[in-house]
């Protein structure tokens, strides 16, 4: 499998502002819905034009959040958006705390946002987690369900894994129970520079299978960030890995892709949009298109 960085961009509003910690990417309307995971609006990228959609009301009357302000708590901390066959994008907290329990679905109205603690914590029982190692990085729709992607952490003992949700449960007026739960999947992603890659985002393809973004991040759990050391897209047949492409550096910096979309499938591969959180709220979020070929 070969990869190609074909064009990088940075993610700015029309009014200047950046967007900041891009974290999932989805198809929306005329062009694509960029997940801040630390702000309620996201981003709607068109052609010459970044505005923004709001996705969950005020928090305490904050619209964004940082660690320097202390409010870090406070984010949504949505970290995957899957668009639905009903219409619309749904975004899907990382349950890494309490309050990141959130589910919105995103439309041209109004979103609406719902808690789902005990799906939450369904997910966790079902994965077989330790205490405060749930953090949900990615989602895909595969055969009409939806495919939820949880960060692994070899050093605690957390393998990159995966649950598959009924979806029309999940969108359905009452939580979802564990009975919407089925097919655990776990992943070996191999290496980067002797750190394993731990999966940060997915999507389907036509035949089945999923690609998915991965990252190799020195850090001792599954939810606190660290230095990365390396990034990758890696093919995977249900549990199996096909194959893996080492994604390479962009401006001498590892690209930690946090959102991936298809933009074209191709006889031989795919072309993909990916959205890289810098890891700084004054400095946009980069836009990578990237071909993939097998």
């Known amino acids: 499998m070969r990869v190609r960085v074909e064009q990088v961009s940075s993610l700015v509003f029309d009014d200047g502002m950046p967007v900041r910690a891009a974290s999932a990417v989805a198809p929306f309307g005329d062009g694509w819905l960029v997940v801040q995971d630390d702000a309620t609006h996201a981003a709607w990228v068109r052609a010459g034009s970044v505005t923004p959609v709001r996705v969950v009301p005020a928090v305490d009357g904050l619209e964004v959040f940082s660690s320097v302000a202390g409010t870090k708590h406070l984010k949504p901390d949505f970290e995957a958006a899957v668009a639905v066959p009903s219409g619309g994008v749904l975004l899907l907290g990382s349950g890494s705390t309490a309050v990141r329990t959130r589910v919105a679905l995103v439309t041209a109205g109004e979103p609406v946002v719902a808690d789902r603690p005990a799906l939450y914590a369904a997910v966790a029982d079902c994965l077989d987690l330790p205490a405060g190692q749930l953090n949900l990085e990615g989602a895909c729709l595969v055969g009409g369900r939806m495919r939820w992607f949880q960060r692994g952490n070899l050093v605690a003992g957390v393998p990159?894994?995966?649950?598959?949700?009924?979806?029309?449960?999940?969108?359905?007026?009452?939580?979802?129970?564990?009975?919407?739960?089925?097919?655990?999947?776990?992943?070996?992603?191999?290496?980067?520079?002797?750190?394993?890659?731990?999966?940060?985002?997915?999507?389907?393809?036509?035949?089945?299978?999923?690609?998915?973004?991965?990252?190799?991040?020195?850090?001792?759990?599954?939810?606190?960030?660290?230095?990365?050391?390396?990034?990758?897209?890696?093919?995977?047949?249900?549990?199996?890995?096909?194959?893996?492409?080492?994604?390479?550096?962009?401006?001498?910096?590892?690209?930690?892709?946090?959102?991936?979309?298809?933009?074209?499938?191709?006889?031989?591969?795919?072309?993909?949009?990916?959205?890289?959180?810098?890891?700084?709220?004054?400095?946009?979020?980069?836009?990578?298109?990237?071909?993939?070929?097998?």
Request: aromatic share 2%.
């Open 160 to 294: 990159s894994a995966s649950v598959d949700v009924d979806l029309a449960a999940l969108l359905g007026a009452t939580e979802a129970g564990p009975s919407a739960l089925s097919g655990v999947r776990r992943y070996d992603l191999g290496l980067a520079r002797g750190v394993a890659l731990s999966i940060t985002d997915a999507v389907a393809l036509p035949d089945g299978k999923v690609l998915v973004s991965a990252a190799a991040e020195d850090t001792p759990n599954a939810v606190d960030d660290g230095p990365v050391v390396g990034a990758a897209l890696a093919l995977l047949d249900d549990e199996t890995v096909v194959a893996v492409a080492e994604l390479p550096a962009v401006d001498g910096v590892v690209p930690k892709v946090e959102g991936l979309a298809v933009r074209e499938i191709l006889p031989d591969g795919v072309r993909l949009l990916a959205v890289v959180d810098v890891d700084d709220p004054l400095v946009p979020s980069r836009a990578l298109e990237i071909t993939l070929w097998w």
